[in-house]
Protein backbone atom coordinates (compact mmCIF):
# COMPACT_ATOMS: atom_id res chain seq x y z
CA UNK A 1 0.00 0.00 0.00
CA UNK A 2 1.52 3.40 -1.26
CA UNK A 3 1.82 6.24 1.20
CA UNK A 4 -0.99 8.15 -0.68
CA UNK A 5 -3.47 5.53 0.02
CA UNK A 6 -2.66 4.34 3.26
CA UNK A 7 -3.09 8.49 3.93
CA UNK A 8 -6.54 8.34 2.38
CA UNK A 9 -7.92 5.51 4.18
CA UNK A 10 -6.40 7.02 7.69
CA UNK A 11 -8.15 10.68 6.44
CA UNK A 12 -11.26 8.60 5.97
CA UNK A 13 -11.23 5.95 8.90
CA UNK A 14 -11.00 9.60 10.84
CA UNK A 15 -13.34 11.48 9.78
CA UNK A 16 -16.09 8.74 10.51
CA UNK A 17 -14.25 8.34 14.15
CA UNK A 18 -15.15 12.68 14.10
CA UNK A 19 -18.85 11.96 13.53
CA UNK A 20 -19.22 9.82 16.01
CA UNK A 21 -17.16 11.48 18.84
CA UNK A 22 -19.79 14.73 17.60
CA UNK A 23 -22.65 12.29 18.16
CA UNK A 24 -21.42 11.36 21.64
CA UNK A 25 -20.81 7.38 20.32
CA UNK A 26 -17.63 7.54 22.32
CA UNK A 27 -16.74 3.61 21.90
CA UNK A 28 -16.96 3.63 18.08
CA UNK A 29 -15.37 7.02 18.38
CA UNK A 30 -12.50 5.74 20.18
CA UNK A 31 -12.19 2.60 18.31
CA UNK A 32 -12.52 4.59 14.86
CA UNK A 33 -9.44 7.04 15.99
CA UNK A 34 -6.99 4.04 17.23
CA UNK A 35 -7.75 2.23 13.26
CA UNK A 36 -7.30 5.60 11.54
CA UNK A 37 -3.38 5.57 13.43
CA UNK A 38 -2.63 2.46 12.08
CA UNK A 39 -3.36 3.64 8.64
CA UNK A 40 -0.97 6.77 9.43
CA UNK A 41 2.10 4.94 11.20
CA UNK A 42 2.05 3.20 7.87
CA UNK A 43 1.87 6.23 5.61
CA UNK A 44 4.65 8.04 7.48
CA UNK A 45 6.73 4.58 7.50
CA UNK A 46 7.12 4.99 3.59
CA UNK A 47 6.44 9.09 3.06
CA UNK A 48 9.53 10.32 1.86
CA UNK A 49 8.72 14.27 1.92
CA UNK A 50 10.05 15.50 5.25
CA UNK A 51 7.63 18.19 5.01
CA UNK A 52 4.49 15.49 4.87
CA UNK A 53 6.09 13.82 7.27
CA UNK A 54 5.97 16.62 9.88
CA UNK A 55 2.40 17.04 9.17
CA UNK A 56 1.36 13.08 9.99
CA UNK A 57 3.22 12.98 13.09
CA UNK A 58 1.39 16.31 14.28
CA UNK A 59 -1.81 14.27 13.01
CA UNK A 60 -0.81 11.05 15.32
CA UNK A 61 -0.17 13.16 17.88
CA UNK A 62 -4.11 14.68 17.84
CA UNK A 63 -5.40 11.77 17.28
CA UNK A 64 -3.83 9.45 19.76
CA UNK A 65 -4.45 12.18 22.60
CA UNK A 66 -8.18 12.53 21.77
CA UNK A 67 -8.06 8.56 21.84
CA UNK A 68 -6.76 8.73 24.83
CA UNK A 69 -9.24 11.23 26.26
CA UNK A 70 -11.95 9.07 25.23
CA UNK A 71 -10.11 5.78 26.61
CA UNK A 72 -10.63 7.47 30.00
CA UNK A 73 -14.44 8.32 30.09
CA UNK A 74 -14.51 4.35 28.61
CA UNK A 75 -12.22 3.37 31.22
CA UNK A 76 -12.83 1.00 34.41
CA UNK A 77 -14.44 2.27 37.21
CA UNK A 78 -12.93 3.59 40.30
CA UNK A 79 -11.21 0.82 42.15
CA UNK A 80 -13.66 0.74 45.50
CA UNK A 81 -16.24 0.39 41.98
CA UNK A 82 -14.27 -2.62 40.56
CA UNK A 83 -13.79 -4.50 43.98
CA UNK A 84 -17.24 -4.61 44.34
CA UNK A 85 -18.42 -5.74 41.54
CA UNK A 86 -15.30 -8.69 41.51
CA UNK A 87 -16.63 -9.91 44.71
CA UNK A 88 -20.69 -9.57 43.75
CA UNK A 89 -18.74 -11.86 40.09
CA UNK A 90 -18.34 -14.47 43.62
CA UNK A 91 -20.43 -17.71 42.48
CA UNK A 92 -23.61 -17.56 44.80
CA UNK A 93 -22.53 -21.11 46.38
CA UNK A 94 -19.45 -19.42 48.14
CA UNK A 95 -19.18 -19.53 51.48
CA UNK A 96 -19.02 -16.07 54.04
CA UNK A 97 -15.29 -17.12 54.23
CA UNK A 98 -14.87 -16.73 50.78
CA UNK A 99 -16.27 -14.02 50.12
CA UNK A 100 -14.57 -12.58 52.72
CA UNK A 101 -11.17 -13.10 51.31
CA UNK A 102 -11.78 -12.26 47.69
CA UNK A 103 -13.17 -8.51 49.00
CA UNK A 104 -9.73 -8.37 50.97
CA UNK A 105 -8.15 -8.80 47.62
CA UNK A 106 -10.33 -6.40 46.06
CA UNK A 107 -9.16 -3.77 48.34
CA UNK A 108 -5.24 -4.38 47.31
CA UNK A 109 -6.50 -3.33 43.26
CA UNK A 110 -5.76 -0.13 41.91
CA UNK A 111 -7.29 1.70 38.75
CA UNK A 112 -5.10 3.32 36.41
CA UNK A 113 -8.15 5.80 35.69
CA UNK A 114 -9.20 8.41 37.35
CA UNK A 115 -8.01 10.87 40.57
CA UNK A 116 -6.42 7.71 41.86
CA UNK A 117 -3.48 7.06 39.54
CA UNK A 118 -0.20 7.29 39.81
CA UNK A 119 2.08 10.44 38.47
CA UNK A 120 5.07 8.57 37.49
CA UNK A 121 5.83 8.90 34.01
CA UNK A 122 8.18 6.67 32.06
CA UNK A 123 10.59 9.84 32.07
CA UNK A 124 10.81 9.47 35.61
CA UNK A 125 12.48 6.02 35.27
CA UNK A 126 16.32 6.89 34.82
CA UNK A 127 18.07 4.75 31.86
CA UNK A 128 16.56 0.75 31.72
CA UNK A 129 15.81 1.60 27.99
CA UNK A 130 15.66 -2.45 27.71
CA UNK A 131 13.22 -3.20 30.47
CA UNK A 132 11.26 -0.12 29.91
CA UNK A 133 11.21 -1.61 25.98
CA UNK A 134 9.91 -4.94 27.39
CA UNK A 135 7.13 -3.79 30.01
CA UNK A 136 5.66 -1.01 26.93
CA UNK A 137 6.04 -4.35 24.66
CA UNK A 138 3.89 -6.83 27.33
CA UNK A 139 1.82 -3.83 28.21
CA UNK A 140 1.23 -0.82 26.14
CA UNK A 141 0.97 -2.28 22.66
CA UNK A 142 -1.19 -4.97 22.74
CA UNK A 143 -3.41 -2.64 24.75
CA UNK A 144 -3.34 -0.04 22.47
CA UNK A 145 -3.10 -2.36 18.91
CA UNK A 146 -4.70 -5.43 20.42
CA UNK A 147 -5.57 -6.75 16.60
CA UNK A 148 -1.65 -6.59 16.16
CA UNK A 149 -1.51 -9.80 18.37
CA UNK A 150 -4.13 -11.44 16.47
CA UNK A 151 -3.17 -15.28 15.32
CA UNK A 152 0.51 -16.69 16.90
CA UNK A 153 1.72 -13.13 17.52
CA UNK A 154 1.23 -12.64 21.44
CA UNK A 155 2.85 -10.49 24.36
CA UNK A 156 4.45 -11.96 27.46
CA UNK A 157 2.72 -13.28 30.27
CA UNK A 158 5.42 -13.35 32.88
CA UNK A 159 8.16 -10.70 33.44
CA UNK A 160 10.77 -11.17 36.07
CA UNK A 161 12.62 -8.36 37.06
CA UNK A 162 16.04 -9.10 39.39
CA UNK A 163 18.68 -7.28 40.42
CA UNK A 164 20.75 -5.85 43.80
CA UNK A 165 18.56 -4.16 46.66
CA UNK A 166 18.01 -0.71 46.63
CA UNK A 167 18.53 -0.32 42.90
CA UNK A 168 16.93 2.93 42.39
CA UNK A 169 13.77 5.32 43.97
CA UNK A 170 11.14 7.40 42.32
CA UNK A 171 11.58 11.02 43.73
CA UNK A 172 9.24 11.42 46.77
CA UNK A 173 5.84 13.49 46.75
CA UNK A 174 2.35 13.43 47.75
CA UNK A 175 0.02 11.09 47.55
CA UNK A 176 -4.24 11.11 48.32
CA UNK A 177 -5.21 9.02 50.73
CA UNK A 178 -6.94 6.72 48.08
CA UNK A 179 -3.54 5.44 47.35
CA UNK A 180 -2.90 3.95 51.54
CA UNK A 181 -2.65 0.44 50.26
CA UNK A 182 -0.33 1.74 47.29
CA UNK A 183 1.99 3.31 49.55
CA UNK A 184 2.31 0.40 52.14
CA UNK A 185 3.51 -2.12 49.17
CA UNK A 186 5.47 0.50 47.92
CA UNK A 187 7.81 0.75 51.48
CA UNK A 188 8.19 -2.99 51.27
CA UNK A 189 9.30 -3.34 47.09
CA UNK A 190 12.57 -2.88 46.11
CA UNK A 191 12.40 0.70 45.11
CA UNK A 192 13.98 0.87 41.25
CA UNK A 193 11.87 -2.43 40.06
CA UNK A 194 8.77 -0.88 41.77
CA UNK A 195 9.39 2.10 39.99
CA UNK A 196 9.44 -0.04 36.88
CA UNK A 197 5.77 -1.66 37.61
CA UNK A 198 4.18 1.87 38.31
CA UNK A 199 5.60 2.72 35.29
CA UNK A 200 3.47 0.23 33.66
CA UNK A 201 0.22 1.16 35.08
CA UNK A 202 0.97 4.80 34.45
CA UNK A 203 0.55 4.51 30.51
CA UNK A 204 -3.08 3.29 30.05
CA UNK A 205 -6.70 2.40 31.61
CA UNK A 206 -6.30 -1.39 33.53
CA UNK A 207 -6.13 -2.92 36.88
CA UNK A 208 -2.82 -3.37 39.04
CA UNK A 209 -2.57 -5.87 41.68
CA UNK A 210 0.48 -5.32 44.18
CA UNK A 211 1.03 -8.02 46.50
CA UNK A 212 3.48 -8.16 49.67
CA UNK A 213 1.39 -10.63 52.10
CA UNK A 214 1.74 -14.44 52.51
CA UNK A 215 -0.08 -16.41 49.98
CA UNK A 216 -1.78 -19.43 50.07
CA UNK A 217 -2.81 -21.92 47.75
CA UNK A 218 -6.29 -20.57 47.94
CA UNK A 219 -5.61 -17.15 47.77
CA UNK A 220 -3.34 -17.52 44.35
CA UNK A 221 -6.87 -19.14 42.87
CA UNK A 222 -8.81 -16.71 43.79
CA UNK A 223 -6.18 -13.67 42.83
CA UNK A 224 -6.02 -14.94 39.20
CA UNK A 225 -9.79 -15.59 39.09
CA UNK A 226 -10.58 -11.93 40.04
CA UNK A 227 -7.54 -10.96 37.49
CA UNK A 228 -9.39 -12.52 34.49
CA UNK A 229 -12.40 -11.37 35.83
CA UNK A 230 -11.24 -7.60 35.86
CA UNK A 231 -8.84 -7.89 32.57
CA UNK A 232 -6.60 -6.03 31.69
CA UNK A 233 -4.62 -6.43 34.85
CA UNK A 234 -1.07 -6.71 35.85
CA UNK A 235 -0.04 -8.85 39.03
CA UNK A 236 2.98 -7.90 40.58
CA UNK A 237 4.26 -10.07 43.24
CA UNK A 238 7.66 -8.77 45.28
CA UNK A 239 10.11 -10.98 46.88
CA UNK A 240 8.80 -13.69 44.17
CA UNK A 241 11.38 -15.83 45.77
CA UNK A 242 9.80 -16.72 48.56
CA UNK A 243 6.56 -17.88 47.32
CA UNK A 244 8.38 -19.85 44.21
CA UNK A 245 11.58 -20.71 45.49
CA UNK A 246 13.50 -24.10 44.70
CA UNK A 247 11.50 -27.08 45.25
CA UNK A 248 12.90 -29.82 47.36
CA UNK A 249 12.58 -32.38 49.94
CA UNK A 250 12.45 -30.15 52.90
CA UNK A 251 9.43 -28.46 51.22
CA UNK A 252 6.06 -29.05 53.69
CA UNK A 253 2.63 -30.29 51.92
CA UNK A 254 1.42 -26.59 52.06
CA UNK A 255 4.59 -25.24 50.51
CA UNK A 256 4.29 -27.44 47.55
CA UNK A 257 0.64 -27.16 47.20
CA UNK A 258 1.25 -23.41 47.14
CA UNK A 259 4.03 -24.02 43.88
CA UNK A 260 1.73 -26.21 42.23
CA UNK A 261 -1.40 -23.83 42.50
CA UNK A 262 1.10 -20.65 40.71
CA UNK A 263 2.01 -22.86 38.55
CA UNK A 264 -1.42 -24.34 37.14
CA UNK A 265 -2.96 -20.50 37.77
CA UNK A 266 0.55 -19.40 35.23
CA UNK A 267 -0.32 -22.06 32.83
CA UNK A 268 -3.76 -21.00 32.63
CA UNK A 269 -4.64 -24.55 31.63
CA UNK A 270 -7.06 -24.05 28.38
CA UNK A 271 -8.50 -20.60 30.59
CA UNK A 272 -8.13 -17.49 28.23
CA UNK A 273 -5.33 -15.57 29.77
CA UNK A 274 -5.17 -12.35 27.22
CA UNK A 275 -4.99 -9.20 29.24
CA UNK A 276 -2.89 -10.48 32.61
CA UNK A 277 1.00 -9.81 32.82
CA UNK A 278 2.43 -11.36 35.76
CA UNK A 279 5.30 -9.20 37.13
CA UNK A 280 7.58 -10.60 39.76
CA UNK A 281 10.75 -8.55 41.75
CA UNK A 282 13.63 -10.64 43.38
CA UNK A 283 16.85 -9.90 44.80
CA UNK A 284 17.69 -14.19 44.39
CA UNK A 285 17.07 -15.09 40.51
CA UNK A 286 18.69 -18.07 41.59
CA UNK A 287 16.48 -18.94 44.04
CA UNK A 288 13.58 -19.53 41.82
CA UNK A 289 12.20 -22.96 41.23
CA UNK A 290 13.53 -23.79 37.42
CA UNK A 291 10.10 -24.66 36.18
CA UNK A 292 8.31 -21.58 37.53
CA UNK A 293 11.34 -19.43 36.19
CA UNK A 294 10.34 -20.55 32.70
CA UNK A 295 6.99 -19.18 33.20
CA UNK A 296 8.52 -15.92 33.20
CA UNK A 297 9.08 -15.62 29.53
CA UNK A 298 11.22 -11.84 29.69
CA UNK A 299 13.92 -11.94 32.89
CA UNK A 300 15.19 -8.49 32.70
CA UNK A 301 18.33 -7.96 35.06
CA UNK A 302 18.21 -4.18 36.91
CA UNK A 303 21.69 -3.16 36.82
CA UNK A 304 23.54 -0.65 38.96
CA UNK A 305 22.69 2.90 37.49
CA UNK A 306 25.22 3.94 35.01
CA UNK A 307 26.51 7.22 34.91
CA UNK A 308 23.93 9.22 32.57
CA UNK A 309 21.26 7.29 34.95
CA UNK A 310 22.90 8.62 37.87
CA UNK A 311 23.00 11.77 36.61
CA UNK A 312 19.23 12.28 35.81
CA UNK A 313 18.23 10.47 39.26
CA UNK A 314 20.58 13.31 41.14
CA UNK A 315 18.30 16.08 39.19
CA UNK A 316 14.94 13.98 39.97
CA UNK A 317 15.71 14.18 43.52
CA UNK A 318 16.24 17.82 43.59
CA UNK A 319 13.90 18.50 41.39
CA UNK A 320 11.88 21.85 42.38
CA UNK A 321 13.97 22.71 45.39
CA UNK A 322 15.85 25.89 44.91
CA UNK A 323 19.72 25.37 43.89
CA UNK A 324 22.80 27.14 42.59
CA UNK A 325 23.92 23.59 40.94
CA UNK A 326 24.87 23.46 37.05
CA UNK A 327 24.77 20.68 34.83
CA UNK A 328 28.62 20.60 35.24
CA UNK A 329 27.84 19.62 38.76
CA UNK A 330 25.53 16.62 37.94
CA UNK A 331 27.83 15.51 35.76
CA UNK A 332 30.29 15.73 38.78
CA UNK A 333 28.37 14.14 41.02
CA UNK A 334 28.01 11.30 38.63
CA UNK A 335 31.58 10.56 37.90
CA UNK A 336 31.54 10.55 41.81
CA UNK A 337 29.19 8.02 42.17
CA UNK A 338 30.19 4.74 40.58
CA UNK A 339 28.94 1.79 41.65
CA UNK A 340 26.25 3.38 43.64
CA UNK A 341 22.63 2.04 43.77
CA UNK A 342 19.84 4.04 43.14
CA UNK A 343 18.86 4.08 46.93
CA UNK A 344 22.36 4.93 47.82
CA UNK A 345 21.91 8.23 45.24
CA UNK A 346 18.76 9.09 47.18
CA UNK A 347 20.43 8.73 50.46
CA UNK A 348 22.99 11.36 49.22
CA UNK A 349 20.27 13.90 47.95
CA UNK A 350 18.86 13.88 51.41
CA UNK A 351 22.13 14.37 53.03
CA UNK A 352 22.89 17.33 50.92
CA UNK A 353 19.19 18.82 51.58
CA UNK A 354 19.86 18.52 55.51
CA UNK A 355 23.54 20.09 55.24
CA UNK A 356 21.77 23.60 55.10
CA UNK A 357 19.85 22.69 58.26
CA UNK A 358 22.73 21.54 60.13
CA UNK A 359 24.71 25.47 59.44
CA UNK A 360 21.41 27.30 60.54
CA UNK A 361 21.55 25.17 64.24
CA UNK A 362 25.40 25.33 64.58
CA UNK A 363 26.01 28.91 63.38
CA UNK A 364 26.56 32.19 65.52
CA UNK A 365 26.02 34.89 63.21
CA UNK A 366 23.14 35.88 60.97
CA UNK A 367 22.87 38.37 58.75
CA UNK A 368 19.66 40.41 57.47
CA UNK A 369 18.05 40.56 54.24
CA UNK A 370 16.23 43.18 52.34
CA UNK A 371 12.43 42.33 53.46
CA UNK A 372 10.48 40.14 51.21
CA UNK A 373 6.91 40.54 49.45
CA UNK A 374 5.41 40.37 52.86
CA UNK A 375 7.60 42.71 54.39
CA UNK A 376 9.46 40.85 56.59
CA UNK A 377 13.25 40.52 57.25
CA UNK A 378 15.24 37.38 57.06
CA UNK A 379 18.22 36.36 58.28
CA UNK A 380 20.43 34.14 56.31
CA UNK A 381 23.58 32.42 58.67
CA UNK A 382 26.61 33.92 57.78
CA UNK A 383 30.47 34.21 59.26
CA UNK A 384 31.50 36.86 61.96
CA UNK A 385 33.70 38.37 59.43
CA UNK A 386 30.66 39.14 56.83
CA UNK A 387 29.57 42.86 57.15
CA UNK A 388 26.11 43.37 58.61
CA UNK A 389 27.00 40.13 61.11
CA UNK A 390 25.03 39.90 64.11
CA UNK A 391 25.69 37.27 66.75
CA UNK A 392 22.81 34.98 67.40
CA UNK A 393 21.29 31.80 67.30
CA UNK A 394 18.61 29.84 65.45
CA UNK A 395 16.66 29.82 68.46
CA UNK A 396 16.30 33.76 68.63
CA UNK A 397 14.80 33.75 65.50
CA UNK A 398 10.97 33.78 64.12
CA UNK A 399 10.03 30.79 61.76
CA UNK A 400 8.90 33.76 58.99
CA UNK A 401 12.80 35.19 59.60
CA UNK A 402 14.90 31.76 58.73
CA UNK A 403 15.82 32.30 54.84
CA UNK A 404 15.34 29.26 52.96
CA UNK A 405 18.74 28.22 52.30
CA UNK A 406 19.61 27.75 48.34
CA UNK A 407 21.50 23.83 47.93
CA UNK A 408 25.04 24.20 46.95
CA UNK A 409 27.36 22.22 45.62
CA UNK A 410 29.77 21.95 48.66
CA UNK A 411 26.34 20.46 50.68
CA UNK A 412 26.82 17.28 47.96
CA UNK A 413 30.49 17.23 48.48
CA UNK A 414 29.84 16.95 52.53
CA UNK A 415 26.71 14.22 51.60
CA UNK A 416 29.65 12.00 49.93
CA UNK A 417 31.51 11.79 52.53
CA UNK A 418 28.70 10.61 54.79
CA UNK A 419 26.99 7.98 52.21
CA UNK A 420 29.20 5.22 51.27
CA UNK A 421 28.29 2.71 48.35
CA UNK A 422 26.16 -0.44 49.71
CA UNK A 423 26.70 -2.75 47.00
CA UNK A 424 29.78 -4.28 46.48
CA UNK A 425 31.45 -6.31 43.62
CA UNK A 426 31.11 -9.49 45.08
CA UNK A 427 27.09 -8.70 45.69
CA UNK A 428 27.04 -8.44 41.62
CA UNK A 429 28.82 -11.74 40.58
CA UNK A 430 25.77 -13.74 41.36
CA UNK A 431 23.38 -11.87 39.59
CA UNK A 432 26.25 -11.62 36.65
CA UNK A 433 26.71 -15.04 36.25
CA UNK A 434 22.58 -15.55 36.26
CA UNK A 435 22.22 -13.23 33.39
CA UNK A 436 24.25 -14.56 31.06
CA UNK A 437 22.89 -17.81 32.37
CA UNK A 438 19.12 -17.00 31.92
CA UNK A 439 18.26 -13.45 31.45
CA UNK A 440 18.45 -10.56 29.41
CA UNK A 441 19.92 -6.93 30.79
CA UNK A 442 17.69 -4.09 31.32
CA UNK A 443 20.26 -1.05 30.75
Not at 59 to 72: C, M, N
Not at 88 to 100: F, H, R, S, V
Request: glycine residues 6%; contains cysteine.
Amino acid sequence: MSPQTSLNKAIEIVERAIQHDKAQNHQQACKDYMDALDYFMLALKYEKNEQFKILIRSKIDDYLARAEILKKTLSPPSPTVSAARAVKQTDATDDPETKKLRAGLAEAIISTSGSSASTVTWDDIAGLEAAKQALKEAVVIPMMFPHLFAGRRRPVKGILLYGPPGNGEKPSGKSSSKRGQEHLFQHQLDRHREQMARGVREVSCFHFMPLSLTLTPRLVRHLFEMAREMRPTVIFIDEVDSLTGARGDGDSEATRRLKTEFLVQMDGLGRDDSGILVIGATNIPWAIDLSIKRRFERRIYIPLPNGQARKEMFKLHVGGTPSELTDADYELLAQKTEGYSGADVSLIVQDAFMQPIRNLMTTSYFKALPPNADSVVQWVACHETDEGAVKKGLAELKPEEVYDPVLMMADFSHALGNVRPTVTEKDLEGHTKWTEEFGSYGS
